[in-house]
């Protein structure tokens, strides 16, 4: 099972852009579905959480800017990101708790990071 997440990119200040992350593999149900950061400099913070059932969660210096959403049929999150400012810049990373069987545990994979820059 992997998480692939895909949608970084370079955008102005105020601009926006739409981040994807897809688990693909073996899987028989996804519960909590996280977006995290991780600045230069600084420690990897929550960003947004959905639940498998669409309850949310943000961190205040994205609240109102940003929406988590989730496709639970393609087994995507994403997270659409608008009047982006340069203190949004930072590597994102998606985290999924994930149950592959009845026989296991469920646990949390992370997929790799994508680079959104804000200029300024």
């Known amino acids: 099972v992997q998480l692939q997440a895909s949608g970084g990119g370079l955008v102005q200040a105020g601009g926006s852009l739409r981040l994807s992350c897809a688990a693909s593999g073996t899987i028989l149900n996804i519960n909590d579905m996280d977006w995290y950061r991780e600045a230069p400099g600084k420690q990897r913070e929550l960003v947004a959480g959905i639940t498998a059932t669409g309850s949310t969660n943000y961190a205040d210096s994205v609240k109102g800017r940003f929406t988590i959403s989730r496709d639970n049929g393609k087994n995507t999150v994403f997270l659409e990101m608008n009047s982006l400012k340069p203190e949004d810049t930072a590597v994102y990373y998606c985290?999924?708790?994930?149950?592959?069987?009845?026989?296991?545990?469920?646990?949390?994979?992370w997929g790799q990071g994508t680079q959104v820059t804000v200029s300024s």
């Open positions: 985290k999924a708790e994930i149950r592959t069987s009845y026989l296991y545990a469920p646990y949390w994979l």
